[in-house]
C-alpha cells in the first residue's frame, strides 16, 4: 500500500464510518480483531471496534469528527482530530446529561493489506468526564 492509500483508509475511519455512522464502512477498513492501545485512566476500553462505535453512538449520536492533521510513514498514519457531540444516551453507566462536548486527540494507526490492524489511542478523557461533570 502507498502512503496516500494508507491515509485514504483512515480517512474512510473518520469520514464514511464515525461521521457518515455507516457501520459496513468497518468490514472495509478494518479487520475484526484491531489492537487496541489505551494510555492508563482512558475513560472507555473497548474490547472491539464495532462495539466501540456502538456504545460510542449510544452516549452520543451526532458526534462528528474534524481531521486536523494526518502524517503517514511506512504502515503508519497519524490523525490529529477533534469532535463535538451531545450526550444523549447512557455514557459509562451514567444517565443522559443532554450536555454539549468537545474533545480531541491523536491516534496512530497501523494499516495491513488495506485494513486497520492496530491503534495507538490518545485523547482527553479527562476533560471528556469533566465537561459531563463525572469529575470536577
Known sequence: ???EENKAIVRRYWFDFWNEK????LDEIAVEDVVFHFPPGQAHQP???RKWFET??????????TLH???????KVVS???YEATNTGNFL?????????????IDIFRIENGKIVEMWVAQDSLGLLQQLKVLQ
Open 1 to 3: 500500500m502507498t502512503l
Open 47 to 49: 474490547p472491539t471496534l
Open 93 to 105: 453507566g451514567r444517565e443522559t446529561t443532554s450536555i454539549r462536548v468537545q474533545d480531541q486527540g
Open 22 to 25: 455507516n457501520i459496513h464502512t
Open 56 to 65: 460510542a453512538l449510544i452516549a452520543f449520536p451526532d458526534v462528528h469528527f
Open 69 to 75: 492533521d494526518e502524517l503517514a510513514e511506512g504502515d
Open 80 to 82: 490529529r482530530w477533534s
